[in-house]
C-alpha cells in the first residue's frame, strides 16, 4: 500500500494541535513536530517557545518569504508572532527546566509500554545528538510523542526500548497516523484509531500490548 508522506504528517500535526489549550506554553521538537503551530485553532492563544532562545512561534513562513535569522532549534526557517520575545539559551533552559512549558512535543525513534522514550543517536551512526529533549521530558508538565507509526513497515512502539533512551517512564501520550495511546502505570490504553485504519491495523502494526478503550474513537482530522 503506497504510504502519502504528506497525509500521514497532516494527521499526526492536526491531531496533536487539538491537545493544546487556550494559555498553553508549548515546546515543538523539530522535524514534525514542528507542523503542529500550523493548527492550532483561530482564537486560541497558544505561547511557543523554541529552545533555541525565544517564545511566540509562529506558522511555517511562506516560500520565499523567509527570515535567515529566524530558525527553530532544528535551523528550519520560522515565523515570530506578535509579542514574541527573544533570549538566551541560559534563560530558555531556565523556562524548560523550572516547570514553565505546559506540553512538549517530540519526535521519536521509538517508544515502549513503561513510557520510555528513544529519540536519539543511534551507536555508530553519524545522527543529531537528543538536543534538549533530556531536559524537556523532565520539565514539561505533559510530553507527547508525534510520530509515524512505523519505520520501513516495522513497530516503533515496543514492548521495550533497544535504543539508548533519552529518558525512562516520562512519556504521557503517543500519536501516530494510527492511533492516540495514553500512557499510564497500567500500560497503553488505545483511545483513538486514525481515520483510514482499523484495530486490526494497528495492533498488528504495534509490538507493546495495548489495551482498548471502551469509549474507541476515530480520530476527528
Not at 520575545?85 to 521509538?110: C, K
Not at 514492548?159 to 516520562?170: I, R, V, W, Y
Not at 488505545?190 to 471502551?214: C, F, H, N, Q
Request: negative net charge; aromatic residues 4%.
Amino acid at each position: 500500500m503506497k504510504v502519502d508522506k504528506v497525509r500521514v504528517r497532516e494527521v499526526i500535526a492536526k491531531r496533536v494541535a487539538q491537545e493544546l489549550r487556550d494559555g498553553d506554553v508549548v515546546n515543538l521538537g523539530i522535524g514534525l513536530p514542528t507542523l503542529v503551530a500550523n493548527y492550532v485553532p483561530e482564537g486560541m492563544d497558544v505561547t511557543f517557545q523554541s529552545e533555541n532562545g525565544f517564545v511566540g512561534l509562529g506558522p511555517a513562513p511562506e516560500k520565499g518569504k523567509e527570515d535567515k535569522d529566524l530558525v527553530n532549534a532544528g535551523g528550519q526557517h520560522v515565523t515570530i508572532n506578535g509579542g514574541g520575545a527573544f533570549f538566551d539559551s541560559a534563560m530558555s533552559f531556565s523556562i524548560i527546566r523550572g516547570g514553565h512549558v505546559d506540553i512538549t512535543v517530540l519526535g521519536a525513534l521509538q517508544v515502549d509500554q513503561n513510557g520510555n522514550l528513544a529519540n536519539w543517536m543511534i551507536p555508530g551512526k553519524m545522527v543529531p545528538g537528543m538536543g534538549g529533549a533530556m531536559d524537556l521530558v523532565v520539565g514539561a508538565k505533559k510530553v507527547i510523542v508525534a510520530m509515524e507509526h512505523t519505520a520501513k513497515g516495522n513497530p516503533k512502539i515496543l514492548k521495550e526500548c533497544n535504543l539508548p533512551l533519552t529518558a525512562a517512564g516520562e512519556v504521557d501520550m503517543i500519536i501516530t497516523e494510527m492511533a492516540v495511546i495514553q500512557v499510564s502505570k497500567d500500560g497503553l490504553l488505545l483511545t483513538e484509531i486514525g481515520p483510514e485504519v482499523t484495530v486490526g491495523d494497528v495492533l498488528r502494526l504495534t509490538e507493546a500490548t495495548l489495551k482498548i478503550s471502551d469509549n474507541l474513537k476515530v480520530m476527528d482530522v
